[in-house]
Every structure is written in structure tokens, then in C-alpha cells.
């Protein structure tokens, strides 16, 4: 069973949204998935995409063909394809990204790198994704509130 994150509460019951296991997933295998290809699939499917591994060299591939057949079959378009990152940010512990660094600081705190390394590859994935400009504040800070990480 996978692990949604509890800033995800609101729509993983029924998977309106792309939850970022899958968007990390996405990432990893270089598969541009639209919301309105996600909202064509079924229940199970998506339930699938969350539950599918995407790991290993096999794992990817297996998880991009599965994905490319969904989309083809529900759209009649094949998926565009996205540039794979072969150092992403999110596997650097070593590193934190600016763009955490001023969101964090908006909200009067300033991470620090133990606090960055201690995290998991996909919180680091969550982060950086909700750190971007233009996307929701409230799940950042629900982010980072989760992710224990308000204690300097």
C-alpha cells in the first residue's frame, strides 16, 4: 500500500489530483502526464500508477510503457515525453535548493542541512515541487510542518 503525504489528505481518497508519488515517478521516468489525461483513467488505473515501482532500469520502462498505453488508449495521443534529470535535485542531500531556501525563509525559518539530508528522496522531490513560483503556499508550509522540519 502506498503513502500518500497528510498535505495530500484532501484529494487521495478519491485521486483527483496527481499525487506526488506519482508526479515523482513521472519525473523519473521523463513522462509529461496532463490532469485531464489522469482524470480520463479509471480508478484502477491510477491506482496502478501509484502502486507500480519505478526504480530499476526494468521498473522504468515497464512503468513508461505502461503509461504511454493508458494515455494513448484514453486520448488516442501518445504522451510527450520529458527530459530525464540524471543528477536531480532531490537526490542531492548534500545541497538545498534555493528555491526551498527562500520559501522556507517567507515562513521565518531556515533549514538547515542535517534537517535536508534526514529526508527521504520524495520529500525532497515534494519540496522542490512546492517551492516552485506560482504553486499553492498552504501545501509548502503543510510540507514542511509534516515533514518536522519547523524546529531550527
Wanted: proline share 6%; glycine share 4%.
Amino acid at each position: 500500500m502506498a503513502d500518500f503525504f497528510e498535505f495530500e489528505a484532501d484529494f487521495v481518497d478519491s485521486l483527483r489530483c496527481i499525487p506526488m508519488q506519482v508526479r515523482y515517478k513521472l519525473d523519473t521516468s521523463g513522462i509529461k502526464l496532463k490532469l485531464s489525461h489522469w482524470h480520463q483513467m479509471t480508478e484502477d488505473e491510477r491506482a496502478a500508477l501509484v502502486e507500480l515501482p519505478c526504480t530499476t532500469e526494468t521498473e522504468i520502462k515497464a512503468y513508461q510503457d505502461y503509461l504511454q498505453h493508458l494515455i494513448l488508449e484514453r486520448t488516442g495521443n501518445s504522451a510527450a515525453k520529458l527530459p530525464i534529470e540524471p543528477n536531480p535535485l532531490w537526490m542531492d542531500s548534500g545541497t538545498i535548493p534555493g528555491s526551498i531556501q527562500e520559501k522556507a525563509q517567507e515562513m521565518g525559518i531556515s533549514l538547515t542541512l542535517p534537517q535536508w539530508a534526514s529526508l527521504t528522496p520524495l520529500q525532497r522531490f515534494a519540496l522542490i515541487k512546492l517551492s516552485r513560483p506560482g504553486h499553492e503556499n498552504k501545501n509548502f508550509s503543510r510540507a514542511i510542518a509534516e515533514f518536522h522540519l519547523l524546529i531550527n
